[in-house]
């Protein structure tokens, strides 16, 4: 197994070591002498085994290249960074859901499989993987590991109802997120579980949540605050320092995939944050989005035009349309 990933990324070149955010910029002649290393099947690098020290505070074992850094080819597309549905699908069934409707179809695991290899193509180097409800998903596993084996930089969103789970855990610690984002929807049982209209999910929540703590696993929260929880705003804020976790709040609530408003009644007026001016976007340039049938699309929210990589694979992307007002950069 991989311990680092050099990879292209945009117009340069980095090293990132899987399960960490932070990686290091290599000059074009450091990643071709890898590339090199890693065809000849050469040792590390003294250059990289002091990086990787200094870095992430690391010893990295004299082995062949080929063995320790997982050196990705570029891509003839400029793609860089994903987000793919895994499943719209959810165990909690809050009545505001941006996937609305939460049906468990879409692909099988042969379907996951070439996603993946295909984004693996594309040059996706962040993937973040999302639902519905991720962990939920049969081949969440398989899909988690094959994203890190090929060399892809993970993140993963989740409600947390399964983070407790021997399965779950053991994916994450061999597919090594660099982060795992848990949303939270109240900070006691009575209006979690009923913001969530699910009996003991607040008791799955907090388990998981202290399933992953005790693995060590690198945990963020979403503090969703809603009109309908917001009066338990400050004790969620309280929750997310006793548990020692980084969080964020999160007060605009995204309409439904289908395009409706009523996630506009779920906002609490008093809690808005105030909405960066849109300056331009990567969309198309450096992200997309893939749907849980492996519909591809410029983001998450600009779906009108679709790509099937399932009939049209890797050269479909070409006809992804641009993005208003982007901006490359």
Same mark, same amino acid.
Request: aromatic letters at 6%; a neutral charge; hydrophobic letters at 40%.
């Given at each position: ?15 990132l070591?899987?399960?960490?955010p932070?990686?290091?910029?290599l000059?074009?002649?450091r ?7 890693r065809?000849?099947g050469?040792?590390?690098p003294?250059?990289?085994m002091d990086?990787?020290?200094? *870095?992430?505070?690391?010893?990295p +074992?004299?082995?062949p290249?080929?063995? %320790? $850094?997982?050196? =990705?080819? !570029?891509?003839?597309? &400029?793609h860089?960074c994903a987000s793919?549905e895994?499943n ?10 941006s ?5 468990f179809?879409g ?20 993937? *973040?993987?999302?639902?519905?409800e +991720?962990l939920?998903?049969?081949?969440? %596993? $398989?899909?988690? =590991?094959l !994203?890190h084996d090929? &060399?892809?930089m993970?993140?993963v ?15 994450l ?6 982060r795992?984002?848990v949303?939270l929807y109240g900070a ?8 969530t209209?699910?009996?003991g999910a607040?008791?799955?929540v907090? +388990?998981?949540?202290a399933?992953?703590?005790e693995a060590g ?10 009109s ?6 400050e ?8 548990l ?8 605009h609530?995204?309409?439904p ?6 996630s ?5 007026p008093?809690?808005?944050k ?5 300056a ?5 340039h ?26 049209e ?8 349309p641009?993005c208003s007002?982007d901006n490359?950069?």
């Amino acid at each position: 197994m991989h311990d680092l990933i050099a990879s292209p990324f945009l117009k340069s070149f980095v090293l990132l070591r899987p399960g960490r955010p932070e990686g290091i910029k290599l000059p074009e002649r450091r990643f071709r002498e890898l590339e090199r290393a890693r065809d000849s099947g050469a040792t590390l690098p003294f250059w990289l085994m002091d990086a990787a020290r200094a *870095r992430w505070n690391i010893e990295p +074992a004299a082995r062949p290249t080929n063995e %320790a $850094v997982l050196v =990705r080819d !570029a891509s003839m597309f &400029g793609h860089s960074c994903a987000s793919w549905e895994i499943n719209l699908g959810c165990d909690l069934a809050w009545e505001h859901c941006s996937p609305g409707q939460k049906r468990f179809a879409g692909l099988d695991g042969k379907g996951k499989r070439r996603v993946l290899l295909t984004l693996r193509d594309a040059g996706i180097l962040w993937l *973040r993987i999302t639902g519905g409800e +991720a962990l939920i998903d049969p081949h969440f %596993a $398989v899909s988690c =590991r094959l !994203a890190h084996d090929l &060399g892809m930089m993970i993140e993963v969103l989740t409600n947390g109802t399964r983070l407790s789970a021997p399965d779950i855990l053991a994916a994450l610690n061999a597919g090594r997120p660099y982060r795992v984002i848990v949303s939270l929807y109240g900070a006691t049982a009575g209006t979690y579980d009923s913001f969530t209209r699910r009996r003991g999910a607040f008791k799955r929540v907090t +388990a998981g949540l202290a399933a992953g703590i005790e693995a060590g696993l690198p945990l963020q929260l979403a503090l969703i605050v809603t009109s309908q929880n917001a009066h338990e705003r400050e004790q969620m804020l309280s929750l997310a320092d006793e548990l020692g976790l980084p969080h964020k709040e999160c007060t605009h609530i995204p309409p439904p995939i289908h395009g409706g408003a009523e996630s506009l009644a779920s906002r609490s007026p008093a809690h808005l944050k105030p909405l960066e001016r849109f300056a331009g976007c990567s969309a198309r340039h450096a992200c997309l989005h893939v749907d849980p049938h492996g519909q591809a699309s410029i983001c998450e929210v600009g779906r009108d035009e679709q790509i099937d990589l399932m009939t049209e694979g890797l050269q479909g992307l070409d006809r992804l349309p641009g993005c208003s007002n982007d901006n490359p950069s």
